[in-house]
């Protein structure tokens, strides 16, 4: 076959590619070329045009390395990340939502004891939380992993100024006690732009758009039995809830930090400053019979 | 807004990229928002089909330096360049259809005279190339600007073995003379397979595909007055010209390299072995008015 142009050459591809051995590689190839091709067609690149957007691919590409994504924060920012997740992770009544996973997630974070202070000496408003994790029908689930991470109070994570504070901070891994309870202190997060120096961020400004998430603490709850939690619960009241850049917001998953006097916390705790308090009861799905 | 799932989340990012300042980008931002987001649905990737495609595309990007460009190399095996090339260049009768630019082309060609052997002492079989530059309504155009390259007779060019023979070869910038015409010396390029050990040749051979295209010499020819014209000249018999891996193959650009005895070449030169003759009359399209 030869003599390609726009109304033969996407057939052509599609018949290039059907002799792919396995069917989910023709089935994606497939669906790729006719979807990249229906979108070349409708917005008619010119050459100029083509060239930038090789560009573009090619400086996202330079631009990750082993501290930063940024074409995970291309697919955050153009709501790819939260469709995958929402076709991943139907929700039953009584399981907690899922929202993105994001870029700061460390594999190695250090395990704490229930009750531990996970801030790290760094600076903000006391932030305790509490709560507990449970079978979607209701069924406490001890010994559940508990993985938390989130922002210091200027929203910068521990990963993104490791060269100033020189160790991981406010983030751990607990395991729930036998009623399925957990609680910790922390720093209360604050609301952050996502890194918009590269081309993420160019782009977002050529669409008019800010880079801001509202405040939130991340969490990533396993147990053996039920499917992986990816979750976050975000600062009720935080003014990007409506316009975050990666589209993560679920109304479910908004809490009140709630502020309280100084005094004793109700885990005992005497602070001479106000605190704040956050719970939240999360809920796991059953894992998919094999 | 808040609460995106499978059913809501695409009209949520049109509506966040509805702002764009520049009707043309959000135009393209659209589109792409549209387009992907249905190819998402279709595939329903799963959380490690999408990391996958997150690493794929990582990998594309880390290869790409100041030699080698795979992220075109992807657009090529996919037939995108192609079709951006046909949106862009509708051929009027009498002008020479164009194709794809390839990854080998080199702004720094060497100025060489009418006659001269390019070859840059590369060996092969000797090939002599002939023809003239018109407008498509047949008028000749002096002094066009002919810049040509090829590969060698083991299809790789000059710029893949810079280590080995230290120059540029096989590649110049000629002016045509008072009738158009132009001629030259070389070597009788070989077909080759694109450079397939990066992501772009793993995904090649996922689709169960050959990285091959069949033998030809590149021409670009620019005049005043005229488009510029990118297209190839391939080798009539190639056993590839029905699965260029890029499919950039056209009838109208096929020829017969013609088998020569030794003897006298048309052009005076005395060979004591046998050469080929390659001959292509190139038609240029009139510059659209501005």
């Known amino acids: 076959m030869r003599n390609f142009d726009e109304t033969n050459i996407t057939e052509a591809v599609l018949d290039r590619v059907k002799n792919a051995p396995n069917p989910r590689v023709r089935e994606i190839s497939e669906a790729l070329v006719r979807h990249l091709h229906a979108f070349v067609r409708e917005v008619r690149p010119t050459q100029t045009e083509w060239e930038w957007g090789i560009d573009f691919l090619t400086r996202t590409g330079h631009m990750c390395d082993d501290k930063r994504q940024e074409f995970i924060l291309l697919s955050d920012t153009l709501g790819v990340s939260m469709l995958v997740d929402a076709i991943n992770h139907p929700v039953p009544e009584g399981a907690t939502e899922t929202t993105v996973l994001g870029p700061f997630y460390v594999t190695a974070a250090p395990e704490k004891a229930i009750g531990d202070d996970i801030s790290g000496g760094m600076e903000g408003d006391p932030l305790l939380v509490t709560g507990t994790v449970s079978s979607s029908d209701g069924k406490p689930i001890a010994g559940a992993t508990i993985e938390v991470w989130h922002s210091d109070n200027e929203g910068y994570y521990d990963v993104q100024q490791l060269g100033e504070i020189g160790h991981l901070a406010m983030r751990a891994r607990f395991h729930a006690d036998a009623d399925g309870g957990f609680r910790f202190w922390s720093i ?16 977002l400004n050529a669409q008019g758009r800010h880079p801001w998430r509202p405040a939130h603490v991340h969490f990533m709850i ?6 992986q ?9 935080d003014q990007y809830l409506d316009s975050d850049v990666v589209f993560g917001v679920k109304d479910s998953l908004i809490r009140d930090y709630v502020r309280r006097s100084p005094g004793r916390a109700p885990d005992g705790r005497m602070l001479d400053l106000p605190y704040y308090h956050l719970n939240y009861d999360f809920g796991l799905k059953p894992a998919a019979k094999r």
Chains 1, 2 share one sequence.
């Open 188 to 203: 209360k997060p604050a609301a952050y732009p996502v890194p918009h120096d590269g081309p993420v961020g160019q782009m």
């Open 222 to 227: 396993s147990a053996p039995g039920y499917e």
């Open 229 to 237: 939690l990816v979750t976050h619960v975000f600062v009720a009241g």
